[in-house]
């Protein structure tokens, strides 16, 4: 069973538009949670990262959000360009000392011109 | 350097070689992780550790898969008898890791393309 849930898997949308993409966790003992960014043949780029503490994190057009009665972070972005176009992926932190990071497998976001 | 480095960043190897992929964390960073992404998929999480100690390695495959940081900066992902499933990315990251720093943000390296034949 997938620890981490992206939804949707892909997604395509005009230019301008906000969007939201979705990661639900089945442990909410959540130490932190990660989003990244994922471009072909390139590394990954992190985001934003929220403490479990914290209900939200915002980074220029990206505002991550973290509720964890729910288990779930919804990351936001507003006015897409096409130079968002990437796989965006979100990992957490289970809570304790080890601090290896669960994966959910990306969205991958198309923003056309 | 600025980030983190890893070399080669392709390698193509024969059935049944052994590789060894390299990783140099950003300087001062307490913690190194290793990770495997295959195409299509997220990355999995593989080993990680504080200064020169393994502290999980819990998701190595199997036997094959060894790593080590014997001076608590540069890590070493060996891989031995690679078989063809083994080809896919693989990914370091580093960490500032301090105990009870609250920011353990993970960055990571450019990664390691290896496709064995």
């Known amino acids: 069973k997938q620890e981490v849930t992206q939804i949707p898997a892909a997604l395509s949308v005009p230019e301008g538009e906000n969007l939201v993409l979705n990661c639900s966790f089945t442990?909410?003992?959540?130490?932190?949670l990660q989003w990244f960014r994922q471009d072909p043949g390139k590394g990954l780029t992190s985001l934003l990262l929220i403490q479990s503490s914290q209900r939200e994190q915002t980074s220029g057009r990206l505002n991550a959000s973290l509720d964890k009665s729910s288990g779930r972070s919804t990351l936001y972005i507003a006015a897409s360009q096409p130079g968002d176009s990437a796989t965006y992926l979100c990992?957490?932190?289970?809570?304790?000392?080890?601090?290896?990071?669960?994966w959910g497998l990306g969205t991958s976001l198309g923003v056309n011109p | 350097g600025a980030g983190v480095s890893q070399s080669p960043r392709y390698k193509v190897t024969k059935r049944g070689q052994d590789v060894a992929l390299r990783c140099d964390p950003i300087s001062g960073h307490v913690s190194l992780y290793w990770y495997r992404q295959a195409l299509g998929q997220g990355p999995e999480f593989l080993t990680y550790?504080?200064?020169?100690?393994?502290?999980?390695k819990s998701g190595l495959p199997n036997d094959r898969f060894s790593a080590e940081r014997p001076e608590g900066s540069i890590s070493t992902l060996t891989i031995q008898r690679t078989e063809q499933r083994d080809s896919a990315m693989y990914r370091c990251a580093s960490s500032l890791g301090i105990p009870g720093q609250v920011d353990n943000e993970q960055f990571f390296g450019p990664g390691t393309r290896l496709t064995v034949l």
């Open positions: 550790f504080n200064y020169e100690a393994q502290q999980d």
């Open positions: 442990d909410s003992a959540i130490y932190n």
């Open positions: 990992a957490r932190r289970r809570a304790g000392n080890n601090r290896k990071l669960i």
